[in-house]
Nanobody
């Protein structure tokens, strides 16, 4: 069984920093793009950062220059360093990975359980 296990998150004041980590557990054939999404109350889930297997990163303008995503292909992990946090960054953050679970299997989206990030003004 493939699981994404998240850690990190919590509460911080505006301007502070937090680091989220996500580890893929279980046997997989390959892990392609990994990323972090967030969902605030009453809003749709949105992409925060993504990174390809070759470490090409992508960020929306809302977090560009403040958030950094990195992955370790040997450990099957992806981290999100969040700096200069703002109250509008408050949301539940979800790890995502596009995984081929076995040979001759199709790529599927896998999600972590979500971790709360709260930024107070």
């Amino acid at each position: 069984q493939v699981l994404l296990v998240e850690s990190g998150g919590g509460s911080v004041q505006a301007g502070g920093s937090l680091r989220l980590s996500c580890a893929v557990s279980g046997s997989v054939f390959s892990i392609n793009t990994m990323g972090w999404y967030r969902q605030a109350p009453g809003k749709q889930r949105e992409l925060v950062a993504s990174i390809t297997r070759g470490s090409l990163a992508n960020y929306p303008d809302s977090v560009k220059g403040r958030f950094t995503i990195a992955r370790d292909n040997a450990k099957n992990t992806v981290d999100l360093q969040m700096n200069s946090l703002k109250p509008e960054d408050t949301a539940v953050y979800y790890c995502n990975a596009k995984i081929v679970p076995g040979l001759w299997r199709h790529e599927s989206d896998y999600w972590g359980q979500g971790t709360q990030v709260t930024v107070s003004s």
